[in-house]
């Protein structure tokens, strides 16, 4: 017979009936108080069963043995006698296991924490280095990490959940290693190991959460994800984790979660660094529909998709309301303060992106006036701009002049020219077979009035 894919060794005798007679027997002789006789019994029937191999035999028979000691509330023996059945020569895998199971349902009902933590950790120490029973060990370290965490141990709750690699446990369910790994992750962000965080987080395959069945697994999963994303000032992957909230269907069907969802997308997305990713997703949230039923969100990202200057006062009075009080720009709290920071960064950078779109040359004056910024900062965010080569600028500093038209080549003027030579030429061209085509049909009309008239 196998168990959990673990192969056991073939029957010799079927205990059955003589396990029917026996375990009413035992019984009936732990309720007279005679435990130890009850046992003794079932001692002997269970190196019967076990030598003859018959899995199923034997593991009644350990079962009912730590089910009497339970019923006699003797915990002391009840850990005894877990440890000692484990370590019979010959166990059977699948009575062992079933053994353990049932002594796992013990656990809420023992009087005290420290019963139940040394019944757990007498279960963990027999099913160490078990795989037949590798299930059952997470679950009783996911239980003794809980303990610890309500203890307010949060380093010691971290380290027992992290010895377990569940991603490798064969005879656990997806759901449920994936929650295990989830909760890894929260104690990781509990523990501000994001380093941790992020090499678990891998763990997980995205496409596990398609699945509709999996969306609450998913929407625990980018809550995490958020934070640390949030941790590092990440706010593009900040954006992708909030729009894959947002897409999700318990989300977009609600009207009470999926409006404060698009406006943390959309302040992410204004707060992210341009870039061409950053571009084309700023695009895609604007043709998002429902985005008209928050208009000052839909405004507000409307101001870094149209190439018009923004002046910075105008901005703070007129966006003083929801968007200034939400979370991600709280007066409060530091990070809301930081934000709120880049959100000016931001807007300056766009400003000098208008300006280079516009104008070829401008002087250094004209420049900080239209920027409100003195002229260090200007030249500051100026020299950030050309670096990350978002834009092309060239600063004269004896002539106070900036440059963003880029220096040409002389190859790439003569290919300009050649270019410009060429559509002229074929402009011309197309005109002549015009002009000709004109002519032969004027030629054509006054022949035909001529024959008409003779």
Do not use: C
């Not at 959309?266 to 084309?280: C, G, K, T």
């Not at 965010?381 to 500093?397: F, Q, W």
């Not at 880029?406 to 003569?414: A, G, M, Q």
């Amino acid at each position: 017979m196998a168990t959990d894919g673990i192969s056991e060794p073939k029957i010799e005798k079927d205990w059955s009936k003589e396990v029917d007679e026996i375990l009413p027997k035992a019984v009936a002789l732990a309720k007279e108080s005679k435990l130890q006789e009850a046992l003794e019994q079932l001692l002997t029937l269970e190196k019967q069963t076990r030598s003859s191999a018959d899995v199923l035999s034997n593991g009644r028979v350990l079962v009912q043995i730590v089910t009497l000691i339970h019923d006699a509330k003797d915990w002391k023996q009840l850990n005894e006698y877990v440890t000692l059945l484990s370590k019979k020569h010959g166990l059977l895998k699948g009575a062992v296991s079933k053994m353990v199971q049932q002594a796992m349902t013990y656990l809420e009902s023992t009087p005290d924490k420290p019963t139940k933590l040394e019944l757990i950790e007498t279960l963990r120490t027999v099913t160490e280095g078990k795989i037949f029973v590798e299930v059952e060990r997470a679950r009783l370290t996911r239980m003794l990490s809980k303990i610890k965490e309500d203890e307010g141990n949060i380093n010691d709750a971290t380290e027992i959940l992290h010895e377990l690699q569940v991603e490798t446990f064969g005879s656990m369910e997806r759901r449920e290693k994936t929650d295990f790994i989830l909760e890894q992750m929260r104690l990781s962000l509990l523990k501000r190991d994001f380093t941790r965080l992020q090499i678990i987080s891998r763990k997980i395959s995205i496409k596990y959460f398609d699945d509709a069945a999996n969306e609450d697994l998913k929407l625990r999963f980018y809550e995490i994800m958020i934070q640390h994303a949030l941790h590092e000032e990440n706010f593009l992957n900040v954006t992708k984790y909030y729009r894959q909230v947002y897409n999700s269907k318990t989300v977009k069907e609600d009207d009470s979660k999926w409006p404060e969802v698009l406006k943390n997308v959309v302040l992410f997305i204004v707060l992210s660094p341009y870039d061409n990713e950053q571009s084309d997703l700023i695009h895609r949230i604007d043709e998002d529909s429902k985005l008209a039923q928050v208009p000052q969100f839909k405004e507000f990202l409307k101001n870094f998709i149209t190439h018009e200057l923004m002046r910075w006062p105008k901005i703070v009075e007129i966006y003083s309301g929801d968007i200034r009080n939400s979370y991600v720009f709280a007066s409060t709290s530091e990070e809301g303060k930081r934000r709120w920071e880049h959100l000016h960064k931001r807007v300056i950078e766009h400003n000098i992106r208008v300006i280079a779109k516009y104008y070829q040359r401008i002087t250094f004056k004209r420049l900080t006036q239209l920027l409100d910024l003195s002229p260090a900062d200007a030249e500051e965010y100026l020299s950030k701009l050309v670096v990350s080569k978002t834009i092309h600028a060239r600063i004269d500093r004896p002539a106070g002049i900036i440059t963003f038209v880029s220096r040409k080549d002389p190859n790439s003027i003569l290919t300009s020219w050649s270019h410009s030579v060429n559509e002229v030429l074929e402009l011309i061209a197309k005109t002549t077979h015009l002009i000709a085509k004109e002519e032969i049909v004027h030629s054509a009309k006054l022949s035909k009035r001529v024959g008409a008239a003779e």
